[in-house]
């Protein structure tokens, strides 16, 4: 099912010209992009009665690789093309031993594969499992209590029920070593097929110590939010399979479009490509930032002197969700009077698309609270929206960009100076102009 709230650029008649440019330049002004929503699946319309698990916070939210949507209905992980025309299907859920896993979190997804935290259901402990998309084969364990690790001693005593991350053949996670309260942790990659061998990223012996259980990874870059051994914090990325530690921002790091130097940063950096993105703050500032892998500018995706799109005033806060795919950058915002929504920019530094925001009317309903993470790839974005009337769904926003107002304006001097043309000719010739 599609729901389509476009913003669409109509550009008037030729037979005004002044007006034609003025109003082609204001709806161009207003309309950076043009958004259609295909429903995925929906508890108003069964089967599923809730999305996520009570276990893991944000769970509820799909994720999206290729054109695969990926999602946990219950505590069984269900895939569904992104573009619909199919209804969801159980992944499995069963080890070859014949042992049942609940999946206690959101899946990651490759678009072939997803990964997920889950219980062993004989024995109750958690593991890090992936299994195929599409309902066949059965899963596979990533890493569990009787995995080994590595570059430590011992084995895994359990794992933070936090989604991992999936890209290509590698799955990225975080693995608790102990159980002292708090419990030192570290982070980890496998490959996806299960089986090992697993490679450190970083772990409390390492130049940088991990500071988030989330650890974001695109193709053999791991990114994640960590201490170096010198003091302060940052966001930093790693070889998938260990190596050496490069900053992407840290508290040396001067705030781009603001003033002084980062003083925080969120806990949820995401990767692809070549590009970080984060959320950063500083003395009374606060934004969404991105830098490519590997060094380079620091660009400000939004920040709070950025005026909210479909909104009112300008943004006041960014929680610590926030997701990448090539240059397009999606991310949750708040501004005053319980502002709070999804937003979107197809480039960092570009105009910024307000997908759906709390209060939204929105598929016959009331938008109540949305959860996103992980749901960027390209210009679609995946998310659940739950109603006022206590209905979940899960979309996926398809957004389309329109020219930029130059373009069309470029585009709109054209046809007027054409159509110029035609009319001192058929004045010359004593014939009518035809428009």
Avoid: C, W
């Avoid at 916070?57 to 619909?84: C, D, E, H, K």
């Avoid at 003091?231 to 003033?259: H, M, R």
Wanted: charged share 5%; proline share 9%; no cysteine.
């Amino acid at each position: 099912m599609e729901i389509s709230l476009p913003r669409p650029v109509r550009a008037p008649g030729p037979k005004f010209p002044a007006l034609a440019l003025a109003a082609l330049a204001a709806a161009a002004g207003a309309a950076p992009a043009q958004v259609v929503y295909t429903k995925i699946a929906d508890t108003a319309t069964g089967p599923f009665v809730s999305f996520g698990t009570p276990f893991s916070q944000n769970s509820q939210a799909p994720s999206l690789a290729g054109s695969v949507v990926a999602f946990n209905g219950g505590g069984v992980i269900y895939t569904a093309p992104a573009g619909g025309g199919g209804p969801p299907v159980a992944s499995p859920v069963q080890l070859p031993t014949g042992q049942f896993v609940q999946a206690l979190t959101q899946p990651a997804t490759n678009g072939s594969r997803v990964a997920f935290v889950g219980a062993n259901g004989s024995t109750g402990r958690t593991g890090v499992y992936s299994g195929p998309v599409g309902g066949g084969g059965s899963l596979a364990v990533v890493a569990d209590p009787d995995t080994p690790v590595p570059n430590g001693s011992g084995n895994f005593q359990s794992f933070f029920q936090v989604a991992p991350s999936l890209s290509g053949s590698v799955v990225a996670f975080n693995g608790i070593l102990n159980s002292t309260s708090p419990p030192t942790f570290g982070l980890y990659t496998g490959p996806a097929a299960g089986g090992g061998p697993l490679g450190r990223v970083a772990d409390p012996t390492t130049a940088v110590t991990p500071n988030t259980v989330s650890p974001s990874v695109s193709g053999t870059v791991v990114a994640f939010n960590g201490t170096p051994s010198g003091g302060g914090s940052g966001i930093y990325t790693a070889p998938a399979a260990g190596g050496s530690f490069t900053p992407v921002a840290s508290t040396a790091s001067p705030i781009p479009n603001g003033s002084g130097t980062f003083t925080g940063f969120g806990l949820t950096p995401a990767v692809s490509g070549s590009v970080v993105a984060f959320v950063g703050s500083g003395s009374g500032q606060v934004g969404v930032y991105t830098r490519p892998v590997g060094g380079g500018a620091l660009t400000r995706v939004a920040d709070t002197s950025t005026a909210i799109p479909g909104g009112s005033g300008r943004f006041t806060n960014f929680p610590d969700i926030v997701d990448v795919s090539g240059s397009a950058v999606a991310f949750v915002g708040t501004g005053g009077g319980g502002q709070s929504g999804l937003y979107y920019a197809a480039t960092a530094g570009g105009p910024l698309t307000k997908l759906l925001a709390i209060g939204d009317a929105f598929d016959g309903r009331t938008v109540s609270t949305l959860s996103f993470n992980d749901g960027l790839e390209g210009s679609d974005v995946a998310f659940t929206a739950a109603f006022t009337n206590g209905s979940q769904a899960i979309y996926v926003a398809h957004v389309s960009q329109v020219p930029e107002p130059s373009s069309l304006l470029l585009v709109a001097a054209g046809s007027l100076t054409v159509l110029a043309a035609r009319r001192r000719r058929a004045a010359s010739s004593g014939r009518p102009a035809s428009d």
